[in-house]
């Protein structure tokens, strides 16, 4: 990049500074050089989106649905023309490699495309009523203000996730991106929607300096023209999310954190087993919520598989995001580095054994593996959000069972298997929201329900599913003649 991008709140359709003045630098995680100046919002600024987005919503609401998917299809048509610059802006953001930038991109394509066509879904259905000359309708409506809170990790698909199904249903949004991504994840979306023609005061950004979330969500949660929260991020951010929203009686879409299995069967193909686990695993240096974190494999393969997946994990390139042969590029910032290898170290002083990987390499973290580690461990039971992944011997198919389901977070697992019928079978026991048969966990499509159970979440994203959680239903009635009534 030339110059570092000038990234400010965008409330009721101006770009403004914030309240207080402030901003803060975000750097390329690759390179450490400047990406962006960034407005340091708090709470006066996010009330000031909300009174944006309280504004435009009767107007919204009531707009003709060709109006809505118009501006949805020419958000598609100029996202697609703008590839190679996403692209770099996903690279010098969140150190975001090629293959992953362009699963992004095309994500979004198709999400704006799937999502015009909600604004000509059903919206309600007639009712059989038991009292006579009474005609019933239940109707679908939008809740009104949705506040937003996105993540960093996958910025422009998260970011989109949260606001589109809103939009498209009539609804208007307050979006607070992550820190770490507030252009990719927040100003981005405003102003390509914005130039695609939504409405001032539709879509509303607000960010905020590391550290200062809190402030500004919780503003958004506790206002009371705010009706619906939607949140992706960890499980110990989520909790704190639905507790506030509780105290309001707010309602909470949350997709949280993932420990997630893959399952390799005694009968599993070991080729192909293989390339699954690298790709599940190691995708975008392991730093989504579906990377497989443990890969339950039969004791009958183990030895096999180990070897051979070992020694693909150590080849994968590491290095610049923008580089297409990179597979594990750097980690979002220095924290998340120093994390990572605490945890490993931890597991290794515990017991376990480091099969490859476990140094930082400059900005990265090179793909590590390890067995036998400890359940005390924190790799053992936490998210870890980087290319580290757990090798882990199991006795047939109902021990793997055991262990995948022997957590607290169900957000998505994949089983590899010669029998795709016991696949079915395994996946319907699985406590998780989304289960793969012979694949690898890492898989959304925008028309997907998308979510977990346990502590991994609440809710469902995708274009369908997030309708009927960014609508509320109306029971209306009719009568023509007057109703007699006891007294």
């Known amino acids: 990049m030339d110059r570092a991008i000038d990234v400010r709140h965008h409330i009721g359709g101006d770009w403004l500074d914030s309240a207080g003045g402030r901003t803060y630098p975000k750097t390329d995680p690759w390179t450490g050089a400047l990406f962006a100046e960034v407005a340091a ?16 919503f009767p107007a919204w609401s009531d707009s003709l649905p060709i109006e809505r998917q118009q501006v949805l299809l020419r958000a598609a048509d100029a ?23 362009e699963v992004q991109l095309d994500f979004c394509v198709n999400l704006l495309r799937q999502a015009a066509a909600l604004a000509y879904a059903p919206a309600g259905q007639v009712l059989p009523s038991d009292l006579a000359g009474t005609r019933a309708l239940a109707i679908r409506r939008p809740v009104g203000v949705v506040a937003a809170i996105a993540p960093w990790n996958a910025s422009l698909v998260l970011a989109g996730r949260a606001v589109v199904a809103p939009i498209a ?20 979306w405003a102003a390509l929607l914005s130039e695609a023609g939504l409405p001032a005061g539709v879509l509303n950004v607000v960010t905020h300096a590391p550290g200062e979330a809190g402030a500004v ?8 023209r705010v009706r619906r929260i939607s949140f992706t991020g960890s499980t110990v951010t989520g909790r704190r999310i639905a507790e506030t929203a509780g105290r309001h009686l707010k309602r909470a879409v949350l997709q949280l954190g993932g420990h997630n299995p893959l399952l390799v069967l005694a009968d599993a193909p070991l ?24 890969i339950i494999v039969d004791r009958a393969l183990f030895d096999d598989f180990a070897v051979r997946f070992v020694a693909r994990a150590a080849a994968l390139p590491v290095g610049d995001p923008t580089d297409p042969a990179t597979v594990v590029g750097p980690v979002v910032n220095e924290w998340a580095l120093s994390l ?23 900005r990265c973290f090179p ?22 992944v757990l090798l882990e011997a199991c006795d047939g198919a109902e ?29 319907c026991r699985l406590r998780a929201g989304i289960v793969h048969v012979n694949d690898q966990p890492v898989n959304d499509q925008p028309q997907m329900p998308f979510g977990g159970v346990k502590d991994s979440g609440a809710g469902r994203f995708g274009i369908g599913f997030a309708a009927e959680e960014f609508t509320e239903v109306q029971w209306v009635s009719a009568r023509q003649e007057p109703r007699r009534y006891p007294f």
């Open 271 to 294: 080729d192909r087993a293989v390339d699954a686990a690298i790709y599940g695993a190691f995708v975008h240096s392991g730093q989504t919520c579906m990377c497989a974190r443990r």
């Open 41 to 56: 919002g708090d709470a006066e600024d996010a009330l000031a989106a909300v009174t944006a987005a309280d504004a435009a």
């Open 217 to 224: 969500a919780e503003a958004l949660i506790a206002d009371p």
């Open 169 to 188: 249903t009539g609804n208007t949004v307050v979006l607070k991106p992550s820190e770490e991504a507030p252009y990719t994840g927040g100003a981005f």
């Open 399 to 427: 021990d793997a069972l055991r262990r995948a389901n022997a957590t607290d977070f169900g957000l998505t697992a994949g089983i590899i298997t010669g029998d795709p019928y016991r696949g079915l079978d395994l996946a």
């Open 79 to 101: 996202l697609d023309r703008r590839r190679d610059e996403v692209r770099g802006l996903l690279a010098a953001e969140t150190g975001c490699g090629v293959h992953f930038a």
């Open 367 to 388: 793909p590590t593996v390890l067995a036998d580690v400890p359940p005390t461990s924190e790799l053992a039971f936490d998210e870890t959000f980087g290319p580290v």
């Open 340 to 362: 990572l290898e605490r945890r490993v170290r931890e597991a290794v002083d515990q017991g376990a054994r480091l099969l490859t990987g476990g140094v930082p390499a400059g």
